[in-house]
Nanobody, 120 residues
Framework: QLQLVDSGGGLVQAGGSLRHSCVAS????????IGWYRQAPGKQRELVAG???????NYADSVKGRFTISRDNAKNTVYLQMNSLKPEDTAVYYC??????????????WGQGTQVTVSS
């Protein structure tokens, strides 16, 4: 069973930085990709950044040049470095993993989410 624990949220002033961590445990070898999502009050959950098992990355246009997703395979951890934060980055941030299941469709699992609040 694959599990994710994410951490790193907090309160920061505009222009500041935060780093999220997402630690995977269990069947980590089955992971195909991990993404960071966020959901602001009254809005749909959106993909912020993703990284595949091969190392390719993708970002939402709104965070390009400010956020960086990276991973440490030895620690089964994916990071989201967030710089130059803006009030509109305020949201609950979740990590999500897509994993392969033998002879079945891919599965996905979510972290518990952490609040990021950016004050102006």
């Amino acid at each position: 069973q694959l599990q994710l624990v994410d951490s790193g949220g907090g309160l920061v002033q505009a222009g500041g930085s935060l780093r999220h961590s997402c630690v995977a445990s269990g069947s980590t070898s089955s992971i195909k990709s991990i993404g960071w999502y966020r959901q602001a009050p009254g809005k749909q959950r959106e993909l912020v950044a993703g990284i595949s098992s091969g190392g390719s990355t993708n970002y939402a246009d709104s965070v390009k040049g400010r956020f960086t997703i990276s991973r440490d395979n030895a620690k089964n951890t994916v990071y989201l470095q967030m710089n130059s934060l803006k009030p509109e980055d305020t949201a609950v941030y979740y990590c999500n993993a897509i994993y392969s299941v033998w002879r079945r469709p891919d599965g996905d699992v979510w972290g518990q989410g952490t609040q990021v609040t950016v004050s102006s």
